[in-house]
């Protein structure tokens, strides 16, 4: 799926809640997967950056450098954060802002209450660090937030640095 970017007005906009049952949600669930899977260095991915007002989300750190804890592939439907603790700053880039990064406050440890899609099965989610970080990412896409909507000013968002 094509990834859109700022200032798309999906990306501003709170996503509507969802039927995680809903066979065109599971199959929205599975065009995320496939797409962050095929996204170099993207861990996370959420329906508005597909264009899809829905909240929908993937997230996937296995395997990073910056990754304490992981629960390999996850994805959540109507996903909410029911505690946060331990925040902290860290650098955080997007798919959907291509061209900056930015300095982000963000709990190093919550608890995430959603629906898995398919089964509709509810689960709670106790994650931390870098996990915790991506998670919370994509529940601000699902508001309709960008991570750039999260930074203490101007002093903290930087060009992205392209590696070859």
């Known amino acids: 799926m094509k990834v859109v970017t700022a200032?798309?007005?999906?990306?501003?906009t709170p996503a509507e809640e969802v039927d995680?049952?809903?066979?065109?949600?599971?199959?929205?669930?599975?065009?995320?997967?496939?797409?962050m899977r095929v996204s170099p260095g993207c861990v996370g991915l959420a329906a508005p950056q597909i264009g899809v007002s829905a909240q929908v989300f993937?997230?996937?750190?296995?395997?990073?450098?910056?990754a304490a804890t992981t629960?390999?592939?996850?994805?959540?439907?109507?996903?909410?954060?029911?505690?946060?603790?331990?925040?902290?700053?860290g650098r955080e880039g997007c798919m959907s802002v291509p061209d900056l990064t930015g300095d982000v406050k963000r709990a190093g440890r919550i608890v995430v209450e959603a629906r898995r899609?398919?089964?509709?099965?509810?689960?709670?989610?106790?994650?931390?660090?870098f996990e915790a970080r991506a998670v919370q990412h994509e529940i601000d896409h699902c508001a309709?937030?960008?991570?750039?909507?999260?930074v203490a000013g101007a002093h903290a968002?930087?060009?992205?640095?392209?590696?070859?």
Do not use: M
Not at 144 to 150: A, E, H, I, Q, S
Not at 157 to 164: G, N
């Open 144 to 150: 309709g937030k960008l991570f750039l909507d999260r």
């Open 71 to 89: 629960h390999g592939v996850l994805v959540l439907c109507n996903a909410r954060i029911v505690e946060a603790s331990r925040w902290r700053p």
């Open 7 to 12: 200032p798309a007005s999906v990306l501003s």
């Open 157 to 164: 968002i930087f060009q992205r640095k392209v590696y070859l």
């Open 117 to 129: 899609p398919g089964t509709g099965e509810a689960i709670t989610l106790t994650t931390d660090a």
């Open 58 to 66: 993937c997230v996937d750190v296995t395997g990073h450098p910056k």
């Open 20 to 35: 995680p049952t809903d066979p065109a949600i599971v199959r929205l669930a599975e065009d995320l997967v496939e797409t």
